[in-house]
């Protein structure tokens, strides 16, 4: 069965920073795009950042570029996200996703929270 | 603020039909496809429709979606108590060059 299992997350205050892992098993990640979307509490899903099979096209929202950090290491079968100087509007449940190809994000992790607070 | 958006909230009785609607402009919806998620409280979101209409396997075809111009729909039939959520649009943003969510629909049923 196709799974992604999110950890890394936790409470940081202001200008710190954080690394968000996802571990991709029961498919050939390296087939896939990957994703990072994020939800603060009570709000909607946010699309973070994305990454192509072989790391060579990265995309992210604005509001994190300059300051977060997509990857991936195949062999590993593993995607991460790299945060730094987070602010308080950071705060979410931040999810990794496959993306299916067509446009869909077929599998999702559970979602780790990463809490920015004084 | 998304640049797509949907109406915060809508609702049916049991059997009934409800369609959700996602309105964008031409960077995003007008040149790409979308995609419709459901998410319950505390759970992470699944895909429901990819491609416009396409269902991926174990999605009920009581589910279904649709695109025209710069909006999208998706429509769910024979409601359930179960299909009580979140639904979300999705698509990819020429413009932004980035992935946008919908505002998101709270669906309720009676």
């Known amino acids: 069965e196709a799974q992604l299992v999110e950890s890394g997350g936790g409470l940081v205050h202001p200008g710190g920073s954080l690394r968000l892992s996802c571990a991709a098993s029961?498919?050939?990640?390296?087939?896939?795009?990957t994703h990072w979307v994020r939800q603060a509490p009570g709000r909607g899903l946010e699309w973070v950042a994305n990454?192509?099979?072989?790391?060579?096209?990265?995309y992210y929202v604005d509001s994190v570029k300059g300051r977060f950090i997509i990857s991936r290491d195949n062999a590993k079968s593993s995607l991460y996200l790299q945060m730094n100087s987070l602010r308080n509007e950071d705060t979410a449940v931040y999810y990794c996703?496959?993306?299916?190809?067509?446009?869909?994000?077929?599998?999702w992790g559970q979602g780790t929270m990463v809490t920015v607070s004084s | 603020q998304s640049v797509l958006t949907q109406p915060p909230s809508a609702s049916g009785t049991p059997g009934q039909m409800v369609t959700i609607s996602c309105s964008g402009s031409?960077?995003?919806?007008?040149?790409?496809?979308v995609s419709w998620y459901r998410q319950g409280p505390g759970t992470a979101p699944k895909l429901l429709i990819y491609?416009?209409?396409q269902r991926p396997s174990g999605v009920p075809d009581r589910f279904s979606g649709s695109k025209s111009g710069t909006s999208a729909s998706l429509a769910i039939s024979g409601l359930q108590s179960e299909d009580e959520a979140d639904y979300y649009c999705?698509?990819?943003?020429?413009?932004?060059?980035?992935?946008?969510f919908g505002t998101g629909t709270e669906l309720t049923v009676l």
């Open positions: 996703a496959r993306g299916n190809g067509e446009g869909g994000f077929d599998i």
């Open positions: 990454i192509k099979t072989d790391g060579t096209e990265i």
């Open positions: 029961g498919f050939t990640f390296s087939n896939y795009w």
């Open positions: 999705a698509t990819w943003d020429d413009s932004l060059s980035g992935h946008v």
């Open positions: 031409s960077s995003n919806i007008g040149t790409n496809t």
């Open positions: 491609h416009n209409n």
